[in-house]
């Protein structure tokens, strides 16, 4: 029997999956996210060994392994000597490569398998609080409304706006370099693993499903702290 509400503020990896655990628990989950569909301009691109074991923990992991592309050796630090996932004490000894995308819609299927609610073109606005419970305010297509909840979790990103109401901070400073990426096809690509790293910048590639490449990158314009704007074709092929 479901005993509490939980609303979770964001639906993006981890919202999602710890909408999938709350779930299990036998616990009400609502996931409140602002983008009406999952971006497809993927950010990630990486899932690490120990990832897939916590996927594997809950009988998750196939759709992962059936998709992504297991690559058994990565960097660190951007570093050219590369580290050898197999010795690894791990039934996982690679990294899959799957677009972030890909493994949103992924762990969206599983939530939503477990019967977790998603409402998509929402916007977590505030909260109020009691000793006993929470009201979310949020805001949609129709206006504004309030869910009363047990919890509210915060996952709606750096500029969350459940960690600002509750007066949670968020100390660090100011990233000062803005590198681009791109995923693209090539016409004639490098050796598996090509990197270089040079006075004029640096560049990695790493394969995707499908045959395409994500291509990562800086150079020295990229020491800064301003938003350039997109990447343009154009600026990637330079």
């Known amino acids: 029997m479901e005993a509490q509400h939980v609303v979770i503020a964001g639906g993006g990896p981890v919202g999602l999956w710890l909408a999938a655990e709350l779930r299990l628990g036998g616990i009400a989950v609502t996931v409140v996210e602002e983008r009406t569909e999952i971006d497809q301009r993927s950010k990630a691109l990486t899932i690490h060994p120990r990832t897939i074991e916590v996927l594997a923990a809950r009988g998750a992991h196939e759709p992962f392994l059936a998709e992504g592309l297991r690559i058994p050796g990565g960097h660190f630090a951007m570093l050219d000597d590369r580290l050898d996932f197999q010795d690894l004490d791990t039934p996982f ?29 929402h916007r977590v606005t505030g909260f109020a609080e009691t000793e006993e419970s929470v009201t979310v305010r949020a805001r949609g297509p ?19 706006t459940v960690r600002t109401t509750a007066g949670i901070g968020f100390p660090g400073t100011p990233a000062t370099v803005l590198g681009w990426l791109g995923d693209v096809a090539l016409d004639a690509p490098p050796r598996p693993g090509f990197s270089a790293f040079t006075l004029q910048g640096g560049v990695m590639l790493a394969p995707l499903p499908g045959g395409r490449f994500r291509i990562v990158g800086v150079s020295p314009d990229s020491r800064t702290d301003e938003w350039p704007g997109e990447l343009t074709m154009e600026e990637l092929r330079q």
Request: net charge negative; hydrophobic share 35%.
């Open 142 to 160: 129709e206006g504004t409304y309030e869910i009363e909840a047990a919890y509210v979790v915060g996952c709606d990103g750096t500029r969350s």
């Open 93 to 121: 000894p690679y990294t899959l490569a799957l677009p972030q995308a890909r493994t949103e819609e992924l762990l969206q299927e599983h939530a939503l398998g477990l019967g977790a609610r998603i409402v998509r073109g």
